[in-house]
């Protein structure tokens, strides 16, 4: 079975860092891009960010550019976000998601984990 | 690329033919995938490539279009079905998701 845990979310004060991380099991990890989601209070998702399985291509949403950093550590499967200088605007559920693809720009998230909340809050 | 979900919410009886749409903001093929969420749980991926029904996803689910212009569609209207449902496109590797369409029960 294909799982995703997440972890790492908190409350922090704005300025701050946090790293989230998210351990994939039940799948061959080098294989697949990987992403992560957020979805702040009461509000839709918003992609933040997308590494490949190789880990040599990384994309990033306009509003996260500059301050986030996604990585992964094929050793323990898992996939990184380092966010620096958190906003208020940052607070939200983040969700790490494994994408599939098909020929062609075809990408989607197949499997989701359960997300870890993020409070960005003085 | 922007997605335009409408209605951003609808309110339906059981047995109901429900239908939601997706418009781009550009042409992108048939690069979207439908999501549903229900309250407290993570987003579950129902349909992939505007067409194509995620294994294990009840068939009165289907999806359809291309271009600009997107259709998922519940045939018959299950009280498991209220949720919020989201399109996304990978037309572009600055994927993003439409703002939403949250269904209920009459």
Redesign the interface.
Known sequence: EVQLLESGGGMVQPGGSLRLSCVSSGFIFNNYGM?W?RQAPGK????VS?ISGSGGST?Y??SVKGRFAISRDKSKSTVYLQINNLRAGDTAVY?CAKN?A?P????????????TLVTVSS | IQLTQSPSSLSASVGDRVTITCRASQTISNYVNWYQQKPGNAPKLLIYSASTLQGGVPSRFSGSGSGSDFTLTISSLQPEDVATYYCQQSYINLYTFGQGTKVDIK
């Open positions: 992403s989601v839709g998702l918003e992609w997308y994309y949403a306009d969700y599939e098909a062609g720009h075809h990408n989607w998230f197949d499997t989701w984990g359960q997300g």
